[in-house]
């Protein structure tokens, strides 16, 4: 089946410190991938869609100097969330789509859950 | 635009039972694609099951299927036969199709928690 993996799984960091979280497919390729954030007891929020090789798309009111974006190969993203406030202190998961199966799938991974302090 | 609406944010259901999580939504696209996730609390995200506008049948995966009723808008997600480990967060979502193959934005609902009761 398809795999998609987020390291670190969970992260603490102090305020003003950047943190980068991966993303990877593990057995399949991945043309895009997405990610998304999620407040306790909340919905996954789309935050960007990652293209392999361009530069990623932002959804409206997402900054995109503060939530850095690199889809380098097709089985690697990475989100870098520059100068961390406690507020940026989230669930991170991202997704993927494998480009030779079904254009509805996408597989998520196992979220990041980072703590700023 | 899209957008999800699920209106039951906590359900209990007991054992063995069947169970509806509500699910309508509200978009201009021709075609959409319609899936369902659960979310236990270890976070991840597990896809269920999916349906196409444009599909005649409903979708049925295994005790899940999805009671698709286009003219309502509306996707509700039937679980039979619940088991314990069926409690956790059930998401709605859904995405336009691109018969290109390119891809198209997923809106997630906010989410029904389940809990079943033994």
């Known amino acids: 089946g398809a795999v998609v993996s987020q390291h670190p799984s969970w992260v603490i960091c102090k305020s003003g410190t950047s943190v980068k979280i991966e993303c990877r497919s593990l057995d399949f390729q991945a043309t895009t991938m997405f990610w998304y954030r999620q407040f306790p007891k909340q919905s996954l929020m789309l935050m960007a869609t990652s293209n392999e090789g361009s530069k990623a798309t932002y959804e409206q009111g997402v900054e995109k100097d503060k939530f850095l974006i690199n889809h380098a190969s097709l089985t690697l993203s990475t989100l870098t969330v520059t100068s961390a406030h406690p507020e940026d202190s989230s669930f991170y998961i991202c997704?993927?789509?494998?480009?030779?199966?079904?254009?509805?799938?996408?597989?998520f991974g196992p979220g990041t859950r980072l703590t700023v302090t | 635009a899209q957008k999800i609406t699920q209106t039951q944010p906590g359900m209990f259901v007991q054992e063995k039972e069947a169970v509806t999580l509500d699910c309508t939504y509200d978009?201009?696209?021709?075609?959409?694609?319609l899936f369902w996730y659960k979310q236990p609390s270890s976070g991840e995200m597990i896809f269920l099951i999916y349906q196409g506008s444009y599909d005649q049948q409903n979708a049925t995966e295994g005790r899940y299927s999805l009671n698709f009723q286009k003219a309502r808008k509306s996707a509700n997600l039937v679980i039979s036969a619940s088991q314990l480990g069926d409690s956790a967060m059930y998401f709605c979502?859904?995405?336009?199709?691109?018969?290109?193959?390119?891809?198209?934005?997923?809106?997630f609902g906010t989410g029904t928690k389940l809990q079943v009761i033994p």
């Open positions: 997704s993927a789509r494998n480009r030779s199966t079904n254009y509805y799938e996408q597989y």
């Open positions: 979502a859904m995405s336009p199709i691109s018969y290109s193959g390119g891809y198209q934005k997923v809106t």
């Open positions: 978009t201009s696209d021709p075609s959409y694609g």
